[in-house]
């Protein structure tokens, strides 16, 4: 799990798939599956749409990317 830096949104990944949602509304943002690839290139444009501010959507691109290449090879 990693807090983005506003501390308002947090990501994670649970049983293989990857969510992001606002912290303590638990209101989600997007949810992908981690070891798919066109998944994840679909939510990182949720991300871009979404009203994340400029610095959590550049860490939230690193988490999605990050836990993409831990499951797409297998770790």
């Known amino acids: ?12 990944q649970i049983d ?10 638990e209101r989600e943002i997007v949810r992908f599956p981690a070891g798919d690839a066109n998944a994840a290139a679909q ?3 949720v991300i871009y749409d979404s ?3 400029d610095e959590d959507k550049c860490f939230a691109y690193f988490w999605s990317g990050y836990f993409y ?3 797409a090879q297998g770790l």
């Open 43 to 45: 939510a990182m444009r």
């Open 51 to 53: 009203e994340l501010g």
């Open 16 to 25: 293989g798939v990857v969510v992001l949602f606002e912290d303590h509304t």
């Open 69 to 71: 290449a831990c499951a």
């Open 1 to 12: 799990m990693a807090r983005l830096p506003s501390d308002r949104y947090l990501i994670q």
